[in-house]
């Protein structure tokens, strides 16, 4: 009994450890998910910063809009697309356009806001608001 003990404990320490397949193929499927979970964290960093950037525009576009609602004479509204704060600030560009509409007897203006990045890669696509006020 003890040749048949000798060869089982032979053939166990044969098989212990791992082959050096098994490790290559464990490190392999490792490299697999660190490497996804990498690309994942990147692209997540990306569009945090780019809603960041989108959201602070935004802001500042709905800021102007208010600036146009609290406007204090509807006949001066035009002043608000000369108006010092338009133009470059923070690294966004904002223009303010008004218009008149009378069109079928209605007395409006309406107040168009646009606001980009610089540069225009943090946001290629510009935000826009527009309002139309009335003439009281």
């Known amino acids: 009994m003890s040749d048949v003990t000798t060869s089982r404990a032979s053939r166990r320490l044969e098989r212990a450890g791992f ?3 098994e490790t290559l193929i464990a490190m392999v499927i490792l490299s697999g998910v660190v490497l996804s979970i990498t690309v994942g964290t990147t692209r997540l960093s990306h569009a945090v910063g780019d809603a ?3 959201s602070r525009a935004l802001a500042r576009a709905d800021m102007l809009v208010a600036m146009a609602r609290t406007w204090p004479n509807w006949a001066t509204l035009e002043t608000l697309a000369g108006a010092t704060y338009n ?3 923070d690294g966004f560009v904002s223009t303010t356009v008004v218009t008149a509409d009378t069109l079928q007897r209605r007395r409006l203006k309406r107040i168009q806001v646009t606001v980009r990045s ?4 943090l946001m290629p696509v510009p935000v826009r608001r527009s309002i139309s006020i009335a003439a009281p």
Request: hydrophobic share 40%; glycine share 8%; charged share 30%.
């Open 19 to 21: 082959t050096l397949i």
């Open 52 to 54: 960041n950037v989108r």
């Open 118 to 121: 610089v540069p225009e890669a």
């Open 87 to 89: 133009g470059e600030r």
